[in-house]
């Protein structure tokens, strides 16, 4: 089963609008970390915001913002006033407490996102 | 800022070539990784390192080696280059926590190496 969905395979969304990139993750583990990186056409892949299993609260980095539904174990990405220099793809990784030998993410297959003026 | 730079943005190598792909980092951090990232795929491990000369097999260790000589170096290398080795590599880097669940990676620019 696959660790890390993005069922969005691409989204588009008008200029100034919030727009929602679905996320949904699969672990036994109780401790765990989520992040969400943004890869633009460049390629370099940026870290945009971190949220921790045990967090109380959503994380919120600017204009981006994370919907944590741990019962549902989805961790959707919140960009609100979307800018034309939000078009890019977006990914969405973990990494497991258990799996912490290795250190690595675990990537979802990420959602391009195109902001229309 | 976190710098991670790699030794080319485009590669163009033919099949049975040794390839080489470099990385450094800046932040003097213990976790350097080397992934590959495919349309469709998202981003999967090669390999890691923790340490300098430690590596550890990713998922998908098969065809590449890595060398970690000095701490803010890693390099890439492709022994025999074949065409499904075609892709984006991504190179990335981490500081060792004590909370390992938080430790943020620091990516590279990429190479895109396309294997003829």
């Known amino acids: 089963a696959q660790k890390i969905t993005q069922t969005q395979p691409g989204m588009f969304v008008q200029e100034k609008e919030a727009v929602t990139l679905d996320c949904t993750y699969d672990?036994?583990?109780?401790?765990?970390?989520l992040f969400w990186y943004k890869q633009p056409s460049s390629g370099e892949m940026i870290f945009l915001i971190y949220?921790?299993?045990?967090?109380?609260q959503n994380a919120t980095e600017g204009r981006y913002s994370l919907n944590f539904q741990k019962a549902r174990k989805s961790a959707n990405l919140v960009i609100s006033a979307s800018q034309l220099g939000d078009s890019a793809m977006y990914f969405c990784?973990?990494?497991?407490?258990?799996?912490?030998?290795?250190?690595?993410?675990?990537f979802g297959s990420g959602t391009r996102l195109q902001v229309q003026p | 800022d976190v710098k991670v730079t790699q030794s080319s943005r485009y590669l163009v190598k033919r099949t049975g070539e040794k390839v080489f792909l470099e990385c450094v980092q800046d932040?003097?951090?213990?976790?350097m990784f080397w992934y590959r990232q495919d349309p469709g795929l998202g981003l999967r491990l090669i390999y890691f390192?923790?340490?300098?000369?430690?590596?550890e097999k990713g998922d998908i260790p098969e065809g590449y080696s890595v060398s970690r000589e000095k701490k803010e170096r890693f390099s890439l290398i492709l022994e025999s280059a074949s065409t499904n080795q075609t892709s984006m590599y991504l190179c990335?880097?981490?500081?060792?926590?004590?909370?390992?669940?938080?430790?943020?990676?620091?990516f590279g620019p990429g190479t895109r190496l396309l294997v003829l």
């Open positions: 672990t036994s583990d109780p401790s765990y970390g």
């Open positions: 949220q921790g299993s045990y967090d109380q």
């Open positions: 932040m003097d951090h213990e976790n």
């Open positions: 990335a880097s981490s500081f060792l926590s004590s909370s390992a669940v938080q430790e943020t990676q620091y």
């Open positions: 990784a973990m990494r497991e407490a258990m799996g912490t030998g290795r250190r690595a993410l675990t």
């Open positions: 390192s923790y340490d300098v000369k430690m590596k």
